[in-house]
């Protein structure tokens, strides 16, 4: 069974840091698009970053552009999200996401074929 793990969620103060790590079971996702996303109780899944397969190429949702920064190693099979300068509306759960497009960034979660089951961020003022 194929399965994204995520780690690297905990609690901080705002204007810390975290680091979240993904890594796939079961088979690898070095030729695809893998993206970040986050969701609150209530409100649908949010788009937060994605990177392509070589990791060239990036896109962010503009509340995180310079604060977030995704990135991949193939060598692990492990995808990266750096957030810096944390507020309290980050908070929320974090899922890592691997697209069916190698190259194509999208930011539509239906576009995305596999998930991991998520990790919480919470950050306090």
């Known amino acids: 069974q194929v399965q994204l793990v995520e780690s690297g969620g905990g609690s901080v103060q705002a204007g810390g840091s975290l680091r979240l790590s993904c890594a796939p079971s079961?088979?690898?996702?070095?030729?695809?698009?893998m993206g970040w996303f986050r969701q609150t109780p209530g409100k649908e899944r949010e788009f937060v970053a994605g990177?392509?397969?070589?990791?060239?190429?990036?896109y962010y949702a503009d509340s995180v552009k310079g604060r977030f920064t995704i990135s991949r190693d193939n060598a692990k099979s492990t995808v990266y999200l750096q957030m810096s300068s944390l507020k309290p509306e980050d908070t929320a759960v974090y899922y890592c996401?691997?697209?069916?497009?190698?190259?194509?960034?999208?930011?539509?979660?239906?576009?995305?074929?596999?998930w991991g089951q998520g990790t919480q961020v919470t950050v306090s003022s």
């Open positions: 079961g088979r690898t996702f070095s030729s695809y698009v």
């Open positions: 990177i392509n397969w070589s990791g060239i190429s990036t």
């Open positions: 996401a691997a697209g069916t497009s190698g190259s194509v960034i999208v930011k539509g979660p239906r576009q995305y074929a596999y």
